[in-house]
């Protein structure tokens, strides 16, 4: 039996997501066996902060490439990094069960947001992140940080930073839980769409290592990612523009908590919205036509605005 080819980012973290999934493959399919192949992705070389770069999947293009051209038989991502407007002849063949979506904050004084002193150096990579910060506490400096999830850590640890917002599950898949200080509610600091979520993408022609895939699926999951990503697919959300979203799955039942900043933190659309976990496309439509009913589109051109701005002061 030929083993089966695995494209994924070199990194630490995408390595281990990738272990995670080849553990629970070869927990429900005994005997296969796989190779992990990895790839250098656009966002892995460039070290521009992200929302100047003005294009979607800097951290999958290349990955997803090497799938379509049959060099390797699937690949794994962080869902959030993938777009929504896939590939045709690509496709989310699985999503296996989510971690933590939430955002957390990462020092080494043990000090939570509101403990932080006025003026503190606060590290993050996105806008999102980055618009709610400001909004929580105005007093500090919000400053871009790029690299991978350890080095950022490190920045903390040097005094570059005092403080980093990460992705929880990131932390805990590679195994740095421990320097978590605050793990900030889902209602109240909106993560990205996807956050915790891992995806599994095949072509869609491959129908046997699609099902494969799905033998490690998550119904629940992909429920969750669903109404996510029909709301951003509505709403056009991308790293210039920072729309938060994060659907929570009960029994039946999703509640789909979504969002978005003006460009300079003054107007803030939240919205949540419970709908039924056999219709998540249908929930997520119905809160992007909520956003944009309250204005998001205009939000999104104040940002498009003022992100040309910055790029040409760059």
Partial sequence: MKK????????????????????????????????????????????????????KGIFEKEVNEAVRNGDVDFAVHSLKDVPSDLSQELVVACIPKRASPNDVLVNDKGQKLSELAAGSVVGT??????????????????????????????????????????????????????????????????????????????????????????????????????????????????CRFPLGAVAVARDDRITLYASVFSADGAKNIRTKTTGSAKNPDKLGTKVADDLLAQGAAELAEGWRKAVEEWNKKA
């Avoid at 980012?9 to 995408?14: D, F, K, P, T, V």
């Avoid at 105005?138 to 490190?154: A, F, H, M, S, W």
Wanted: hydrophobic share 40%.
């Fill in 4 to 55: 089966i080819r695995v494209g994924t980012r070199g990194s630490r973290l995408a390595v281990a997501q990738t272990e995670l999934a080849l553990g629970a493959l070869r927990k429900a399919r005994p005997g296969t066996e796989f190779e992990i192949v990895t790839i250098s992705t656009k966002g892995d070389v460039d070290k521009r902060p992200l929302f100047t770069m003005d294009e």
């Fill in 125 to 238: 990579s996105s806008l999102r992140r980055a618009v709610q910060l400001m909004k929580t506490r105005p007093d500090l400096k919000v400053k871009p940080i790029r690299g991978n999830v350890e080095t950022r850590v490190k920045k903390v640890i040097s005094g570059e930073y005092d403080a980093v917002v990460l992705a929880e599950a990131g932390l805990t898949r590679i195994g740095m839980k421990d320097v978590i200080v605050e793990r900030f509610r889902v209602d109240e600091f909106v993560p990205a769409p996807g956050q915790g979520a891992i995806a599994i993408v095949c072509r869609r022609d491959d129908t046997k290592t699609a099902e494969m895939l799905r033998s490690i699926e998550d119904p629940v999951s992909r429920a969750e990612i669903t109404a996510e990503r029909a709301l951003i697919e509505k709403v056009e959300g991308g």
